[in-house]
């Protein structure tokens, strides 16, 4: 289900998702092969779903060059793009790139601000602790940083393997419990479902202030945050050493907030 297809007359790059309904429809008129997807270029039809969702697929005799994903895989990444846009940030979907030693990867969404380049991982679906490893390491080798938003019922699992990363590399088991991975960062994504045609995803992420454990927040804040320095690694509570999501410290003069710890300055790794 690509967002992303190519003009086959002009070459020109058009999106899915924000492309008019009108123009949308005019598109499908067309004949087969006028738009073309994939790294081979292969034809492509237009469709939508009964979610509303505008996007593009194998003509009937091409498939198999794209890989399937689902609805709520495509609207997460729409969400993400969505957010940083509006926020004045240049972002786009399924951005194809090259790490120097010729390994190719494909981000789901691909930032660039204040001089960096940030790959949204969206990842739904089991994964394999060396996949997450050589995907990541990937990324940084073409000087992208990489952060992952998982399904939160495969978050156990991911840290299960992290901490046996760190026992392997040295840490004891109590130090691996509560250590984070400061070169790939990942947060939880929860998505849900209300009836047929509706889909709502949050993320989970561990504020620096505590006045919860968790502080829920929609993608397009969390995109517009990490891009503008909120996630940060540090250490917390003497042993917890993770990525934290940066929150305004609360007015000393504000009753209501009273009950918040001061938080220390923030410092350590930024994302």
Known sequence: MPLIAYNAGTGEEVESFSAAPETWMAWRRLPIGSFQVGKDRVPAVLKRSSRGLQFFACAPGHGGTTEPESIEHQ?????????????????????????PLGEEWVADVLAEANGRLIAFEVQLSQQHWDQYR??????????????????????????YACMRHHVANGL???????????DMPWVHLEVSR????QFACSIAVKPSVQPSPVLRISPEEFAV???EGRMRFKQFHRIWTDWLWQVPQPQVDAPQLSFIPAAPEPTGLIF
């Open 225 to 227: 945050g990490v891009v």
């Open 172 to 182: 004891s088991h109590n130090e691996a419990m509560n250590q984070g991975m400061d």
């Open 194 to 197: 209300s009836g047929e045609s």
């Open 134 to 159: 050589q995907r990541t390491q990937r990324y940084l080798a073409s000087g992208v940083k990489c952060l992952w938003l998982v399904r939160s019922k495969h978050c156990d699992a991911l840290r």
């Open 75 to 99: 609207l997460a990444k729409i969400a993400l793009v969505q957010g940083l846009r509006a926020a004045g940030y240049q972002a786009r979907v399924e951005r194809p790139g090259r790490s």
